[in-house]
């Protein structure tokens, strides 16, 4: 499929144990955003990358949270010792580009990977 | 930051038109106005988006006063299917990293 792609698209896990969730945004894509939504809540940005330049990580709440993209495709969003209050719906966005003057560009979503800790 | 606020829901018959209002107030000059769609267990997807006036697409039309201080979402002759959360975004403008999405308007199509 030509989407962004990720998995898992559900994951259970215990509390105390580490989580790995991957997308794969679409191919060409530079700019791929984390998001996460409570249930029943609007979208938290999490962390941004564009092409090679440093991530934007200021919307990681805590550092449990990392994420990296190899080789400018595909991401990890890593969560360490996870909580209860971890379980949320983890979605991953690509975009194509960035114009001159501001943001402009759509952003394609993923289906998210659902997580829940019990 | 270009925050943005929405109203939390609304409901409408369905065959009406449905105008959802998101203020903006610290937009930047160099910022697009971009809204969402999004139903249960799927990502958001894009509807439309503009910078200032009007756009018009096949599915919606963006109303932006001189002011851009806030920006209209018009979804014409709404149906059943059109019940979703609908997301108002402004970019950060010069580079746009972090995209912040606000609440949310939860529109209900009533039959």
């Known amino acids: 499929g030509a989407g962004v792609s990720q998995s898992p698209s559900n994951k259970v896990t215990e509390k105390g144990k580490d989580v790995e969730l991957r997308c794969d945004p679409i191919?060409?894509?530079?700019?791929l955003y984390w998001y996460r939504q409570s249930l029943g809540q609007g979208l938290e940005f999490l962390i941004y990358?564009?092409?090679?330049?440093?991530?934007?990580k200021s919307g990681l709440p805590s550092d449990r949270f990392s994420a990296e993209r190899t080789g400018g495709s595909v991401s990890t969003l890593t969560i360490q010792r996870t909580q209860q209050e971890d379980s949320a719906v983890y979605l991953c966005?690509?975009?194509?580009?960035?114009?001159?003057?501001?943001?402009?560009?759509?952003?394609?979503f993923g289906e998210g990977s659902r997580l829940t800790v019990l | 930051l270009a925050k943005t606020t929405q109203p939390i829901s609304m409901d409408s018959y369905e065959g009406q038109e449905v105008n959802i209002t998101c203020s903006h107030n610290n937009i930047a000059t160099n910022d697009y106005i971009t809204w969402y769609q999004q139903f249960p267990s799927q990502g958001p997807r894009f509807i439309i988006q503009g910078y200032k006036t009007k756009v018009t697409n096949e599915v919606a039309s963006l109303f932006i006063p001189a002011d851009r201080k806030s920006s209209t979402l018009s979804l014409p002759r709404v149906s059943l299917s059109d019940t979703a959360v609908y997301y108002c975004l402004v970019g950060q403008g010069e580079g746009a990293n972090n995209l912040f999405f606000g609440t949310g308007t939860r529109l209900t199509v009533i039959p």
């Open positions: 191919s060409g894509h530079t700019a």
């Open positions: 966005a690509s975009s194509l580009r960035i114009r001159d003057r501001g943001w402009s560009g759509e952003l394609f």
């Open positions: 990358f564009q092409g090679n330049s440093a991530p934007d």
